[in-house]
């Protein structure tokens, strides 16, 4: 048995209900990926009954439909389990002893440098505007390699994210921006939790958020 969960990023705090329960479905198969993908049939519990004709809708967003690419890589059903008969869930989720001990939160200028830089790097401005597109997106905004990890990316409080590996936490995409890139590198470097980590392990440690 095991329990996995975090905490809503500000932008999936603006999704709708049932958006959101998708994404809590997206996010249990990502991280169980290594167990589901390639195994038998397996089935996915849930107290919110439309996620049972989710796939199924003939208006889905762009979002949901990225999604639902993800979802196509997995053998599953979807079965309603109504809250007051999942007790066993509900009890592990309610536990007080899982509380969140400390957060910890580094604020500075880079994100919202990384936000501008996306407008002048012309590869992810035709992907950031497809990602955005408030009409019908076309898929010849992008490149070939674009349009088949299309699946991998997502748009969130303007910044761009990319999955390497399905099963990773998805990463912040820089743009072709030297001096930007050059800024990252030095804030990790000199930031006091790092520990002024030598050249190797502070690219490392970049590289498990930014791509």
Not at 87 to 104: F, G, K, M, Q
Request: proline share 5%; glycine share 2%.
């Amino acid at each position: 048995m095991s329990l996995q969960s975090r905490q809503l990023k500000a932008a999936e705090r603006n999704y709708p209900v049932h958006d959101n329960e998708l994404l809590a479905m997206k996010y249990a198969l990502v991280k169980f990926r290594v167990h589901l993908l390639g195994s038998r049939p397996f089935v996915i519990y849930t107290d919110h009954a439309s996620l049972r004709t989710a796939t199924n809708s003939p208006r889905l967003s762009q979002r949901m439909t990225r999604w639902l690419s993800f979802f196509a890589e997995y053998n599953f059903r979807v079965e309603y389990k109504p809250g007051k008969l999942n007790v066993l869930a509900d009890a592990l989720s309610r536990r007080p002893d899982y509380e969140l001990a400390h957060i910890t939160r580094v604020t500075t200028d880079l994100y919202d440098r990384i936000r501008m830089a996306y407008r002048n790097d012309e590869s992810l401005a035709s992907l950031v505007r497809f990602l955005t597109a408030v009409k019908e997106a076309k898929s010849e905004w992008l490149s070939p390699r674009q349009r088949s990890r299309l699946h991998r990316y997502d748009w969130q409080d303007g910044l761009l994210y990319y999955r390497v590996e399905p099963h990773e936490p998805p990463r912040v995409v820089v743009p072709n921006d030297e001096d930007l890139k050059f800024d990252i590198l030095q804030e990790a470097h000199d930031a006091p939790s790092s520990g002024h980590l030598g050249r190797e392990k502070t690219f490392l440690s970049v590289s498990q958020v930014f791509c």
